[in-house]
Every structure is written in C-alpha cells, then in structure tokens.
C-alpha cells in the first residue's frame, strides 16, 4: 500500500498539525540541543509549522529498539518477527518521512501504536501509521488478509489498521474541544484503551508493561517499559529541554509529575557507576538514563518544595515568582513563552500547591 | 604529527590546591570559579546530604573533574591493520571510572544521544600536546560543594608530557552556569610500579526511613553555614560568592577586606 493512499491533503495536514499544536499544551518540542530549542521563538500561533525540512533521525538503542526524531515528540520502535511497535507518532504531514525511516529498519507489518498521552505532537500521525499497518484480528486472519492485499496495492480490508492503544482518559480527551480547539480527528483515536494500573503485552518476545502514570503532565499518561530490553518510552512526564509542561486543561499536575519521575526512577537500574543500564527516551530531548532523570527529578522536587514553602507562607503568586524560585536552573530549563515557560510552570505549581493547602 | 607516548601509570601529585582536592571545599567557597547567579543559587541551595540517595553514591567524578584526582592508567588501542593510535584509553582509579580519547576522527554522536560522566572525547596531536574535545557530558559539578556543571557544557584538555612528569590543563566551557571559562591544571608523575586497584561500589540505604522521593537541600535563605568559610578565614562575603572577578589577582584587596573591619 503506498503511504500516499492514507495520507490527507498537505493542506488538510498542516491545519490538523496547527490544531494537534494549539490543542496540546505540550508544545512541540524539536529533540535539538537544549538551548536551541530554549531560545527559540514560539511559532506564530496561527502559522502552520513547516515540516518540509523536518529529517527523521534514527538513533539505533539496544537490540530491536531505535528512537526516531523529528518534529513533535520521540518515537519508540520496536521491530520483530511478530512486526512493528510504535510509540507516539508526532505530527500528521511527517508520516511519510516516519513511515520511510520505519521500512528501512522492517519491512514487517505495523501491528501496535501506543500513545504515552493523547498531545498531537504524539498522536498526529496515528492515523496514517495505523492505516499503513494491520492489526491481527478475527482469528489471526484479518492480519494476514490486510497484508497481502496491501503488498498488492489492493484496498484493505474494513479494520486493516495498526492498533492503537492508550489510556481511556487519552480517548475521553482527544474526543473531547478542549481550549477552543476541535476534537482530534477519528483516525487519530486510540481504538484499545486500558483502564487499569498497568497492562502488560508479550510483542516480538519480549514483556512489555504500560504504566499509567495519574495526573502528570496530563491525566492520561502512560510508560511503556520494555523489559528484555531494559529501555523505557516515557512521554512526556520527563524531558531533558524544559521544565515540565503540566496541562492543567486535561488535569495534569505537579504531584503527579514528581510521583511519575520517582516512579521511572524506580524502574531503573543503572549498569554501572549510577549510568547506562537502564535507558530513558523522553518525550522531548535526548536519551537518558537513570541519573538525568535523577537531576531532573531534583530540580522539580527543589523547586517544588521552595513554592510549597512560599505558599504556606501565604506569599502571592507576584511575590512567589519575584522571588525567582527556579533562577538556579533558568539557564537550563527556562524558557520565556509557550507552555513550557518558567512563568507557567511557576503558576501551575503555585496554584496546585494553594488548592491543596 | 608528533605524537607522544602517554602509556603508563601515573600517580597524581595533589600539592596543587591540595585543600581543596584531599579534605575538599568547604561550603560557599566559590571563589576563583566564574559562577553567574544562577550557579551560585545551586551553590546555596545544596545540602552534601544529596550524596546519601542511591542514585549519587557510586558516581564518578566527570572527566573534567576527575583531572584533579586519583592515579590513572592510560594505554592506546592501536588499529591492527594501520598501526595508528585508533584511541587512548584511560581508567582511574576513584570508582574505576574509563574513558575513551578516540585518536581516529569518528563522528561524534548526535545531540539527542546519551550522555556520560566521562563525556565523548576526540582526540589530536598539536605539536607535542595532546589537545581533547569532549561533548556529551552528564550534568556533574565543578566544585565538590555544589557548584554545578551542565550537561550543556564542553571541554577542552592537553596532555603535555615533560620526561617522567605531565601536566594536564582542562578548560571548561559552560553557557548555562559559567560566565567565563574555567581553567585548571593538573600534575602527574610516572610511577608504573604502582597497580590501579579495582574499586567496587554497590549503593545501599544510609538513611533509614527517607521518605520516597525525598531531596535534600536547602531553602532560599536558609543555608545553615553560609559563610562560616568567609568569616573563618577573614574574606569578605564578596570573594566567598565567587564569580569571574574573584579569579583575578586584582580582587585580592576586595577579598581581604573584611580583615580591615
């Protein structure tokens, strides 16, 4: 099946892209050197993002793991005999590009794409992808189906896509106009979702556990950790540019971030000398393992701890941030517009801290 | 290409700043360290009680630290086919940490690769100098007393062997926490007799009952010895604080004003 069948106008693409953006509030974050996506100016809101320049990259990580970079959020691949695994997908007009990179590495079918949380810079390209795949399904015959009429250019068969699994809340939220902005579109939407704590997998001989992670960056998180592999795909509770980008509009909140980053840290096992072993690819940024995201988890729980103080000192939100709570890692995380900003992260965590007191 | 042979053991000689290297700096002693603000607020903000989480007992110093310490065995790893110097390798000691200088102008890795404490190094021969860039390195520290280093950071080393001594100069460059670059040196002194000896580390708990989760470090304001050092010693708050002015020998007056109090 070439790809172009299921790809939307570029037109169409690029205005979904503007809406996937404006509808998250995790911004798209380019996985580029810290600093440079820091100082970058914001996007103009209503200009659509140009992704003709946008190049997937492919970092190889252990085993049949690779992480892919582009634009919007990392993705996760995982490759097999039982097929293709995919978590997020980023934006819609950059499916091809994702889709070429993928046919490099497997020529297998896409069977599963996992959304860590239902931003558009992760889900965008979730129909195109599943459509360019095929779940197994009917009694292991539908798979087979789909696949050979798509190696032959035929039309595929009613329900020849890729699953796409997620958290309910990550359903419920992308069906739902949130901030002014439209519903994602259908073939974007999870069509498995889990309810649970956790949901386990067995895919391409290998565990893999999904942990929902409540109310982090959002309230439909997930981390999927691939346990033969020892890599976790953490969305984007964890980045390595900003400061954590918590979406109160989808119940997103700073307990839960810092609840999440204790979690990863509990899942992994550094090699030697507190590095390597287990490895982290963030929503945004490059790959990590057990000690960046300690250092991160100390930033949030410092500057955490320094608003909690503040707030219960009964200081208002001018005075919190003329205090300059997070001045130590500015020049680090910060960042002065969009989601990601000092002064929004400075505003969520004071008011979640004022509402629990 | 001139190269020098580095191979050997060779036994660090701590005369050098020796206070600071052997029983270590004492909290808010930043001065000669160009810190900005906000490094200095990290400075502040930091209780060493943060090396008693799992996470921080068995780390290494980073590379650019680590020139200060511990004896080292460094050797080459030389291509069968071309006999050239493919890499120099390094192991100290301290947390047997190793890094890799590679001689044989690979591509660094891309921006959104891992990280490491020893960073990844690339190495070349400038006359008799060995000269060392290294990219890719974990957030670390450039003064055991909190003092930050990002993983935003680059370094520059030589390697200058003189007979049976060497000198090694780290330059350290770091937008996020460093006003100007930061320089040290570094001697060391031939000694293949001595062994480096294997350094297992395996972190435990040692505090019982630290909550999940749980940061230490101190709030703004509150650091409980801020300057105990200073006023100790008789310099001003000023030279304590540190940033690039206090570097220079011109400070000198304004460090020991406190004496004429």
């Known amino acids: ?357 | 290409m001139a190269e020098v042979d580095l191979s050997g053991v060779w036994n660090v000689r701590l005369h050098e700043d020796l206070p600071e290297r052997i029983p270590g700096p004492d909290m808010v002693e930043y001065h000669g360290v160009p810190v900005n603000d906000a490094n200095r607020a990290r400075g502040l903000a930091w209780d060493p009680s943060i090396l008693t989480l799992e996470e921080y007992q068995c780390r290494p110093h980073p590379s650019d630290y680590f020139t200060r310490f511990s004896p080292e065995r460094i050797w080459k790893e030389i291509d069968s086919e071309t006999q050239e110097t493919k890499g120099i390798h390094i192991r100290k000691e301290w947390q047997a940490a190793e890094r890799t200088i590679w001689m044989d102008g690979r591509e660094r890795p891309p921006a959104y690769a891992v990280h490491s404490f020893q960073g990844f190094s690339l190495g070349k021969w400038e006359g008799d100098v060995l000269a060392v860039e290294t990219t890719h390195l974990k957030q670390s520290y450039v003064r055991r007393n909190g003092l930050a280093r990002s993983d935003i950071a680059t370094t520059r080393e030589h390697y200058i062997r003189h007979g049976d001594y060497m000198t090694i100069v780290a330059v350290i460059h770091d937008p996020a926490y460093l006003t100007e670059s930061f320089i040290r040196s570094s001697d060391y002194a031939l000694d293949n007799k001595r062994n480096i000896a294997p350094y297992p580390c395996d972190p435990v708990v040692e505090i019982v009952g630290q909550a999940k989760g749980y940061v230490p470090h101190y709030m703004p304001g509150k650091h409980p010895s801020e300057f105990e050092y200073a006023d100790r010693y008789n310099l001003s708050h000023e030279a304590a604080l540190g940033g690039a002015q206090t570097a220079y020998p011109e400070f000198m007056e304004k460090a020991l004003a406190a004496k004429k109090r």
Do not use: W
């Open chain 1, 1 to 357: 099946m070439s790809m172009n069948r299921n790809t939307v106008s570029k037109a169409k693409a690029a205005a979904l892209a503007v809406a996937a953006i404006l509808g998250a509030a995790s911004i798209a974050v380019a996985a580029q050197p810290a600093r440079q996506n820091r100082n970058a100016p914001a996007a103009p809101a209503q200009q659509a993002p140009n992704f003709d320049n946008v190049q997937i990259k492919v970092l190889p990580i252990r085993d049949n793991i690779y992480m892919l970079v582009g634009q919007g959020g990392n993705i996760t691949l995982q490759v097999g005999e039982d097929g293709v695994l995919i978590v997020d997908t980023q934006f819609a007009p950059l499916s091809d590009k994702i889709l070429t990179e993928i046919r490099k590495i497997s020529k297998a079918p896409i069977r599963f794409i996992l959304n860590t949380h239902g931003h558009g810079d992760h889900t965008g390209g979730n129909g195109n992808l599943s459509k360019a795949g095929a779940s197994v399904a009917g009694g292991n015959m539908l798979g087979p189906i789909a696949v050979a009429a798509q190696g032959q250019g035929g039309a595929a068969p009613a329900g020849a896509v890729a699953t796409i699994l997620a958290h309910e809340n990550v359903l419920t939220r992308m069906q739902q106009s949130i901030g002014g902005q439209p519903p994602s579109p259908d073939d974007t939407l999870p069509n498995v979702t889990y309810i649970s704590e956790f949901k386990d997998m067995f895919f391409n001989g290998e565990s893999i556990r999904l942990f929902h992670e409540p109310k982090a960056h959002t309230d439909g998180d997930t981390i999927v950790y691939f346990r033969r592999s020892d890599v976790l795909s953490v969305g984007d509770v964890y980045n390595t540019n900003n400061y954590p980008v918590i979406d109160k509009a989808r119940d997103g909140s700073i307990l839960g971030v810092l609840k999440a980053l204790n979690h990863i840290l509990e899942l992994t096992i550094p090699k030697d000398r507190q590095e390597g072993g287990t490895l982290v690819i963030p929503g945004h940024g490059r790959l990590s393992d057990e000690a960046d995201v300690a250092e991160y988890r100390d930033m949030v729980t410092i500057i955490h701890d320094r608003i909690k103080d503040m707030v219960g000192r009964g200081l208002t939100l001018e005075q919190v941030k003329a205090a300059k709570p997070t001045i130590d890692y500015d020049p680090r995380y910060g960042s002065g517009n969009g989601p990601g900003s000092t002064d929004r992260f400075i505003e969520i965590v004071y008011n979640d801290l004022k509402a629990a007191k």
